[in-house]
């Protein structure tokens, strides 16, 4: 390998690592130093000119000149007949500066420094993903999904870079194929076996965040804050939202005209359910507010205990509680409050779901009263035995029967 071969290799290198000019002529220098430090002990006395964009390397030896015999340093000094024979005008006391040729040092010393310039590169390469993708968590990145495993997904960003999805990151819908764009937050860089292991993630809440940030222009100027978001990944997410300026309504901004704002958001993630939230201090409010769709007629707070205690009419029980209890669990996690739900009664005790008496009442017959609009104890008893007989199918002792045991529950 001569100079300009070398040269070459190392533009190759300088184009697909995307390193930059200087860092790579340090490299360079350092990696032939080595060389000449383990061909001539020390390099005090070397000279290394790079310019790769000409293709120009050089190295140029210099020593002073002394008498012949004189010599006591062959690093540094070199005998007069010696440097007459590299340039004849030279004089005894001057410094007689000689260029060496990389072939000149062998062919196994210029494979070594090769391999040292590969690895350096390798080593700064995977130092600078570390660094470039650590000052990245929390932001959103766009790339091809390169590889599908069972665990995990391999994703190429824009570089070539690899990133990792595992699969607890994603949303239980996700569907990807190879070649597909996906996009994820950067949830967290580690280094594992000298080389950096970068984690995406979709069910992270700071990833509907930043989602938030790309729709809403509002909170992207900091018009609008977004205090806390809590997510069910997939199913349903709560987004507390607050603006300090009156007269930005900060829900309607979030949301859109016809929902367009949100829509998008909903899209990316596999249609989750998204209730955007007016933040508030006030703690009786706020859980109002983040049970929402439900209609709550009172709550009691500990606030000792972090608990509330949250009355609704019996139609509104359902609402709150949401499918798969989600709506209740993520209202909890949102406002820090224990959350639990009772039904609202006209008098000093609890209405009871007719469900609850299918140990004692077939449930044809729950059925049939059902049919009627009686969906829990109270609301049979409002009506006469008279009534329910001649609204239902039911026979009258075995509506006295019913109405019996509905009223066992209350005594």
Same mark, same amino acid.
């Given at each position: 390998?001569?100079?300009?071969?070398?040269?070459?290799?190392?533009?190759?290198?300088?184009?697909?690592k995307n390193i930059d000019?200087?860092?790579?002529?340090?490299?360079?220098?350092?990696?032939?130093?080595?060389?000449?430090?383990?061909?001539?002990?020390?390099?005090?006395?070397?000279?290394?000119?790079?310019?790769?964009?000409?293709?120009?390397?050089?190295?140029?030896?210099?020593?002073?000149?002394?008498?012949?015999?004189?010599?006591?340093?062959?690093?540094?000094?070199?005998?007069?007949?010696?440097?007459?024979?590299?340039?004849?005008?030279?004089?005894?006391?001057?410094?007689?500066?000689?260029?060496?040729?990389?072939?000149?040092?062998?062919?196994?010393?210029?494979?070594?420094?090769?391999?040292?310039?590969?690895?350096?590169?390798?080593?700064?390469?995977?130092?600078?993903?570390y660094k470039k993708y650590?000052?990245?968590?929390?932001?959103?990145?766009?790339?091809?999904?390169?590889?599908?495993?069972?665990?995990?997904?391999?994703?190429?960003?824009?570089?070539?870079?690899?990133?990792?999805?595992?699969?607890?990151?994603?949303?239980?819908?996700?569907?990807? @194929?190879?070649?597909?764009?996906?996009?994820?937050?950067?949830? *967290?860089?580690?280094?594992?076996?000298?080389?950096?292991?970068?984690?995406?993630?979709?069910?992270?809440?700071?990833?509907?965040?930043?989602?938030?940030?790309?729709?809403?222009?509002?909170?992207?100027?900091?018009?609008?804050?977004? @205090?806390?978001?809590?997510?069910?990944?997939?199913?349903?997410?709560?987004?507390?939202?607050?603006?300090?300026?009156?007269?930005?309504?900060?829900?309607?901004?979030?949301?859109?005209?016809?929902?367009?704002?949100?829509?998008?958001?909903?899209?990316?993630?596999?249609?989750?359910?998204?209730?955007?939230?007016?933040?508030?201090?006030?703690?009786?409010?706020?859980?109002?507010?983040?049970?929402?769709?439900? *209609?709550?007629?009172?709550? *009691?707070?500990?606030?000792?205990?972090?608990?509330?205690?949250?009355?609704?009419?019996?139609?509104?029980?359902?609402?709150?509680?949401?499918?798969?209890?989600?709506?209740? @669990?993520?209202?909890?996690?949102?406002?820090?409050?224990?959350?639990?739900?009772?039904?609202?009664?006209?008098?000093?005790?609890?209405?009871?779901?007719?469900?609850?008496?299918?140990?004692?009442?077939?449930?044809?017959?729950?059925?049939?009263?059902?049919?009627?609009?009686?969906?829990?104890? *109270?609301?049979?008893?409002?009506?006469?035995?008279?009534?329910?007989?001649?609204?239902?199918?039911?026979?009258?002792?075995?509506?006295?029967?019913?109405?019996?045991?509905?009223?066992?529950?209350?005594?």
């Amino acid at each position: 390998m001569n100079a300009d071969e070398l040269i070459e290799s190392f533009q190759d290198f300088k184009e697909f690592k995307n390193i930059d000019r200087v860092t790579m002529m340090h490299i360079l220098e350092d990696v032939i130093r080595g060389m000449i430090i383990r061909e001539f002990e020390d390099d005090s006395s070397f000279d290394i000119i790079i310019n790769p964009d000409k293709g120009d390397l050089e190295i140029w030896r210099n020593r002073t000149i002394v008498e012949d015999g004189a010599v006591e340093d062959p690093l540094s000094e070199i005998e007069y007949s010696s440097a007459i024979k590299i340039e004849p005008d030279f004089e005894i006391g001057e410094e007689a500066s000689e260029e060496l040729k990389i072939e000149n040092f062998g062919r196994r010393a210029i494979l070594s420094m090769r391999q040292n310039l590969q690895s350096k590169i390798q080593e700064l390469e995977k130092d600078s993903i570390y660094k470039k993708y650590k000052d990245r968590v929390g932001d959103i990145i766009t790339g091809e999904v390169y590889q599908i495993w069972k665990r995990e997904i391999l994703v190429l960003d824009d570089e070539g870079n690899e990133l990792v999805l595992p699969k607890m990151e994603q949303i239980p819908t996700d569907y990807f @194929k190879k070649g597909d764009t996906v996009r994820a937050v950067v949830s *967290k860089v580690d280094m594992k076996n000298t080389s950096p292991v970068i984690i995406l993630s979709r069910t992270s809440p700071s990833f509907l965040e930043r989602l938030f940030e790309m729709e809403v222009p509002e909170i992207f100027d900091g018009l609008i804050t977004i @205090k806390k978001i809590v997510r069910e990944p997939g199913e349903r997410a709560k987004v507390a939202v607050e603006s300090y300026d009156d007269r930005i309504d900060p829900v309607g901004a979030c949301v859109g005209m016809k929902g367009s704002r949100i829509h998008g958001i909903v899209r990316e993630l596999r249609n989750e359910n998204i209730d955007v939230i007016n933040y508030t201090s006030n703690a009786q409010l706020f859980i109002q507010r983040s049970l929402s769709p439900a *209609k709550i007629t009172s709550i *009691k707070l500990d606030e000792e205990n972090a608990r509330a205690s949250v009355y609704l009419k019996p139609d509104q029980v359902s609402l709150a509680i949401g499918k798969g209890g989600h709506n209740i @669990k993520l209202a909890g996690k949102l406002t820090g409050y224990e959350i639990d739900v009772f039904r609202e009664s006209d008098d000093d005790y609890e209405d009871v779901d007719l469900e609850e008496f299918a140990d004692e009442i077939d449930h044809w017959i729950i059925d049939e009263l059902k049919a009627i609009g009686c969906d829990t104890a *109270k609301s049979v008893l409002e009506l006469t035995i008279e009534d329910l007989v001649k609204r239902t199918d039911l026979e009258e002792e075995t509506v006295k029967e019913i109405v019996g045991i509905l009223k066992s529950e209350f005594e």
